[in-house]
């Protein structure tokens, strides 16, 4: 079971990311998926062990339950992931306010 919850030009908030409940912990997520929802970087996923997948997946698939404990290692708790995507949010909302903004102004 292969789940990408984050479609190609899909915008998600990074509020809508946590960890799972533990009833999850053996779902498979997407790299990408993991790196958006957890915020993990590229170095992180050579200490975490790919799942094996029946068929031919879209790519490496990752166990949930691997994925939160390489998310906590990186951000030391579920409360600072949830900081850092607060910050993040904020931030990608804030200049988006200014990118609209300096449309309207250049409309006048």
């Known amino acids: 079971q292969h789940t990408d919850m984050g479609g190609v030009g899909e915008k998600r908030s990074s509020l809508d990311y946590g960890f799972r409940p533990v009833s999850d912990a053996d779902a498979l997520m997407s790299q990408w998926e993991a ?6 970087h ?3 996923f050579k200490r975490i062990p790919v799942a094996p997948q029946d068929g031919d997946g879209p ?7 691997d994925l ?3 998310a906590e ?5 579920e409360k600072e992931l949830k900081r850092e995507q607060l910050r993040r949010e904020i931030k990608r909302r804030r200049k988006e306010l200014r990118r609209q903004s300096s449309l309207h102004m250049a409309k006048r």
């Open 59 to 65: 790519g490496p698939a990752y166990r949930v339950a």
């Open 73 to 77: 290692q990186r951000w030391g708790s």
């Open 68 to 70: 939160e404990r390489a």
């Open 42 to 44: 590229e170095a992180d």
């Open 35 to 40: 790196q958006h929802r957890y915020l993990l």
